[in-house]
Structures are given as C-alpha cells and as structure tokens.
C-alpha cells in the first residue's frame, strides 16, 4: 500500500509493522501505550506493560519463520479521528512468506491515543478477513 500524508496516527502505525516485520518482539512493544489491550481469535490479553506486549508478540512470532514469513500486506487502511489524542485505525492485510504466497489474511482494528509527542498503540483488534 502506498502511503501518501499519512497522519502521525497512521505513520506510527508503519512503523509498528516495520518493527513487526522483523519479528523483534521488544522492537514492537516500543509501539504499545501502558497499559493496552490485544483481542485475537485466539483470546483477550491484557497488557499492562512493555514486558507483557513482548510476551504476546513473542508467542505470536514464535511459529513465523517456520512458515517463511517474509512480510505482512496491507489491501487497505482507514483512519478515523476521535478526538485531537485519538484515532482509530482499520483495515486488512495478509501475512505473506518468503515465496510471495499470502497465508494469513486479517482485519484489524487498531486505536492509537497520543501523548505529547508520541502516538501508541492502545488497543489492537485481529479479527478474520471475512468479519462484516
């Protein structure tokens, strides 16, 4: 996906999944506001710090390479603004391995709240492609 603008909301948000890309689980806990919140298929995590994010992300990579993760594809990403410290994210993407193949398709929901300067991750929302 192109990005073209982007609101500090939004570039946070690229560079969380560049942090994700290199499956650096401290790198992608720098994203996360403290305390956040995860909900996936897989269930609700409270994440009350960084060392909790890491935790989850590190369960959710362990199993990546082994599947020839190469990157994550974004089909598109909507902002929309809460407030002036508030925005939601949504979207879908897909996993995609080494060969170019894509095996994870996703939506998502992302909340990012800033503070001062620092836009972070409040809350994150995985859900399947296919949710309406």
């Excluded at 994440?47 to 369960?59: D, G, H």
Aim: proline fraction near 5%; charged fraction near 20%.
């Amino acid at each position: 996906m192109e990005k073209i603008q982007a609101s500090p909301a939004v570039e946070e948000f690229w560079k969380y999944t560049k942090a994700f890309q290199s499956l650096d689980p401290k790198a992608v806990a720098a994203h996360f506001n403290e305390p956040a919140l995860m909900i996936t298929p897989q269930g609700v995590n409270a994440l009350p710090n960084n060392a909790a994010v890491e935790q989850a992300y590190a369960r959710i990579m362990a199993e990546l390479p082994a599947q020839g993760y190469a990157r994550t594809e974004f089909s598109q990403i909507a902002e929309r603004r809460l407030g002036d410290d508030l925005a939601m994210l949504t979207g879908s993407g897909n996993w995609v391995d080494k060969a170019g193949k894509k095996f994870m398709p996703f939506g998502m929901t992302y909340t990012l709240r800033r503070t001062g300067q620092s836009w972070r991750i409040v809350s994150a929302f995985i859900h399947g492609a296919d949710a309406k």
